[in-house]
């Protein structure tokens, strides 16, 4: 019930209020934390519809259908499913009362209006939020290289054949370690969990 009434004990209009860590446990997102993974809240907008929960793992978005309505929908986009591109912040000029924070998760766009008093906090989202993009591409790019080198080394294989040789064993040999060279750096330069950024740019 109380979560039900926290847009509105919190003042929250249809522009975003960033929500302070004491308040987290009174939205409806911290319902839907796994907190049994580890997961953690290091930011959240909060509106009369909707809530924009980020935590190390994921972007929670409580979907509200309008400011009236109590029904909500919730979608979670894993960050290494929905990598995130695009980062913009938008400031305010003289007549707005709000700002806006913009970028890509997948193909998915989202857009946010936030109170232009917050400005300087959501400063601290937008640049652990382009750090990730460019971390992701990064990241993207070392996984390419390490296919091309993978297919590289197949060719080379494949090329140095002779006849009445056979490769069989070599081939075997070389797929094996392909699959464990390739799910390692899989491992390594898909990134599931950024609480490391949120811990620098929002915590710090």
């Known amino acids: 019930m109380l979560k039900k009434f926290a847009s509105d004990a919190l003042g929250l209009s249809d522009v975003g209020k960033i929500i302070e860590p004491h308040d987290y446990e009174k939205t409806q997102s911290d319902d839907f934390v796994r907190h049994e993974d580890n997961e953690k809240i290091y930011f959240l907008i909060m509106t009369k519809s909707d809530e924009y929960c980020f935590t190390n793992l994921a972007l929670i978005h409580i979907d509200g259908q309008n400011a009236v309505s109590s029904k909500r929908v919730m979608k979670r986009y894993p960050y290494s499913q929905y990598p995130i591109s695009n980062v913009l912040l938008e400031t305010a000029g003289k007549i707005d009362l709000d700002v806006e924070i913009k970028f890509h998760l997948g193909v998915l766009t989202f857009s946010i209006d936030v109170d232009k008093k917050e400005i300087e906090k959501l400063k601290d989202l937008y640049k652990a939020l382009l750090f990730m993009a460019e971390k992701v591409h990064e990241n993207n790019t070392y996984l390419k290289m390490s296919n ?32 464990d060279w390739l799910k390692s750096n899989f491992e390594k330069y898909h990134e599931k969990d950024f609480g490391y950024v949120f811990e620098k740019y929002i915590l710090n």
């Open 148 to 179: 091309d080198s993978l297919n590289k080394a197949v060719e080379v294989l494949y090329n140095s054949r002779l006849e009445g040789y056979d490769l069989s064993k070599e081939y075997t040999e070389l797929t094996e370690y392909s699959f």
